[in-house]
């Protein structure tokens, strides 16, 4: 990397680096966080799999909206992007009533202001996606927001862009994804704005970390899913005790290992690439 200017930034997951006053460099690590701890155990490979599923949903998303990434290093793990001007808004969109959607339901019977039909149950399918923005928390836990909130951070009509195209994203990809053997329950997208203004996606798309990912063969509503995503090691955690404070545990060489084939499995099921193809030539999955 002897052409970076200046390490600029560490998230829970990737080095910033900047290359000039227009270029950084997005490193994704091995690392893997869990309630937003960081845990002292890495998975092997999982910084390839979150930038070479990002690298193939941006090649393929470009005419939905534009987005940062500018080209993949030799190493599969190294994203040169653009500069761009964050939005303070996480943008989620919910094809199924899971996680913390799920607990909103239960207590009140919406989700981040969207009226939901009686009867639901965990796991179910929604009538439509819906976009369910949240806070971006520096520390801590992000935190769903409504409507209002949301135009108070960005704007009435900047929110309304975004809307559309995290719904238009989401249904893009939902539809890959389940021909392909695999339900995508929710994600979540963060937008920037270039120098002109315009909507940029950012960060990361559709990635086991961004996502939760579901074996469509083994759907069932009415209970939690198996996934393709970190809920694996998130479950592992949880079964622990563990208060969900800083340290968080070391995992064991079996869950590490579940948690890489995993992310590996759902890889290869949604680019149509070998893993270890991805690995010789990054490029791959920009074809």
């Not at 290093?73 to 959607?101: F, I, K, N, W």
């Amino acid at each position: 990397m002897s052409d970076v200017v200046a390490h600029v930034g560490s998230g829970k997951v990737r080095e910033l680096y900047a290359l000039d006053e227009d270029r950084l460099l997005l490193v994704a690590s091995d690392r893997i966080s869990t309630f937003d701890v960081v845990l002292p155990t890495e998975i092997p490979d999982k910084g390839r799999v979150l930038t070479g599923l990002s690298a193939f949903w941006f090649s393929r998303t470009r005419d939905i909206c534009s987005n940062h990434l500018l080209g993949l290093r030799p190493d599969g793990r190294s994203t040169e992007c653009r500069r761009l001007e964050m939005l303070p808004l996480e943008c989620v969109v919910r094809g199924y009533l899971a996680g913390s959607g799920w607990k909103d339901y239960r207590k009140t019977g919406e989700v981040c202001g969207h009226v939901l039909p009686e009867g639901l149950v965990e796991s179910d399918r929604l009538p439509q996606p819906i976009f369910t923005p949240s806070t971006k928390a520096v520390t801590g836990h992000d935190e769903n927001i409504g409507r209002a909130q949301a135009a108070e951070l960005i704007g009435t009509d900047r929110l309304d862009e975004v809307e559309r195209a995290s719904l238009e994203l989401y249904r893009f990809a939902a539809a890959h994804a389940a021909a392909r053997g695999i339900l995508i329950a929710d994600t979540k997208f963060e937008f920037g704005l270039d120098d002109d203004g315009r909507l940029v996606l950012g960060d990361e798309a559709f990635t086991p970390d961004s996502s939760r990912f579901w074996p469509a063969d083994e759907y069932a509503p009415g209970r939690a899913q198996p996934s393709f995503d970190k809920q694996f090691a998130r479950d592992y955690c949880e079964n622990l005790g563990w208060d969900k404070s800083y340290p968080g545990p070391e995992l064991p060489d079996d869950v590490v290992a579940g948690t890489r084939a995993r992310y590996v499995d759902a890889f290869e099921r949604l680019t149509g690439l070998g893993f270890d193809a991805y690995v010789a030539d990054p490029e791959a999955v920009l074809r």
